[in-house]
C-alpha cells in the first residue's frame, strides 16, 4: 500500500515568511510525529499527534512552530517568519501504535532552505 | 549527557567486512530496542526491532541487546555497497512512551 507521502520536497523561502509542510500519513495509522533532522544530526522530536488525544507539543522549538491534524489523517505543520536556523528536513512519521513500542513508518521529507 | 549516544562516524569499511555499530543508553527502563536506515536524502526505514536482551538475526544484519550493560550493537556480515547509509538506533520504555533516538552513524561501504 501507499506509504507516508510529504509535500513540497523541496521548499525555498525567504528569511521572514511563512511556510507550510503537508503530510499524508498511511491510512489506519492512528499517530502520527513530526521530526526535524539537521545536517548529519539525528531526528528532534517536534510534535506527536494520537487520535483525538491533545497533541504533545513539547518539542516545537518556539512559537514560530505550531501543526494541526485534521479528520485525524492529513497534518500540516506551519513555520511563522522562518528564519536562517529553521533549514532542515522536515520529516513525519506516522504508526499503528500497537501493544509494544511504536514501528514508526517515514516519510521522504521535506527539505526547508531559508535565505 | 544524552539519554542515547551513538558515535556518527563516519565509518569506512572495505566490501564484505563485518560492520558493528553501536548505540549506549542511560536509562534502564528502556525495552524496545530498533535499528533506522536511512540512505541519503530519504526517511528513515525500520530494519531491526528487538524486545529486552538478547540476539535477532534477520539475513546478513544481527541485533544485540546487553541491558547489563546498556548497550545495543547490530553487526552486518558480507557488507555491501549498498548497505552504505546512516543507523540510527531508537529505544523506548513501552507504547506509551516516545522513542528515544541516536544521532546515528554514518557508514560507508568501500567497493
Known amino acids: 500500500g501507499a506509504g507516508v507521502s510529504q509535500s513540497p520536497s523541496n521548499k525555498v523561502t525567504e528569511k521572514g515568511k511563512d511556510v507550510e509542510l503537508r503530510c499524508d500519513p498511511i491510512?489506519?495509522?492512528?499517530?502520527l510525529y513530526w521530526y526535524r533532522q539537521s545536517l548529519g544530526q539525528g531526528l528532534e522530536f517536534l510534535i506527536y499527534?494520537?487520535?483525538?488525544?491533545?497533541?504533545?507539543k513539547s518539542g516545537l522549538p518556539s512559537d514560530r512552530f505550531s501543526a494541526e491534524r485534521t479528520g485525524g489523517s492529513v497534518s500540516t505543520l506551519t513555520i511563522q517568519r522562518t528564519q536562517q536556523e529553521d533549514s532542515a528536513v522536515y520529516l513525519c512519521?506516522?504508526?499503528?501504535?500497537?501493544?509494544?513500542?511504536?514501528?514508526?513508518?517515514f516519510g521522504p521529507g521535506t527539505r526547508l532552505t531559508v535565505l | 549527557q544524552k539519554e542515547v549516544e551513538q558515535d556518527p562516524g563516519p565509518l569506512s569499511v572495505p566490501e564484505g567486512a563485518i560492520v558493528s555499530l553501536n548505540c549506549t543508553y542511560s536509562?534502564?527502563?528502556?525495552?524496545?530496542f530498533m535499528w533506522y536506515r536511512q540512505y541519503s536524502r530519504k526517511g528513515p526505514e525500520l530494519l531491526m526491532y528487538?524486545?529486552s536482551s538478547g540476539n535477532k538475526e534477520d539475513g546478513r544484519f544481527t541485533a544485540q541487546v546487553d541491558k547489563s550493560s546498556k548497550y545495543i550493537s547490530l553487526f552486518i556480515r558480507d557488507s555491501q555497497p549498498s548497505d552504505s547509509a546512516t543507523y540510527l538506533c531508537?529505544?523506548?520504555?513501552?507504547?506509551?512512551?516516545?522513542?528515544?533516538w541516536g544521532a546515528g552513524t554514518k557508514l560507508i561501504i568501500k567497493p
Open positions: 512519521a506516522s504508526s499503528l501504535l500497537r501493544e509494544g513500542a511504536d514501528t514508526q513508518y
Open positions: 491510512s489506519g495509522h492512528t499517530a
Open positions: 499527534f494520537q487520535g483525538n488525544s491533545a497533541p504533545d
Open positions: 536509562n534502564s527502563a528502556f525495552q524496545y
Open positions: 528487538t524486545y
Open positions: 531508537a529505544m523506548s520504555e513501552g507504547s506509551n512512551y516516545q522513542l528515544i
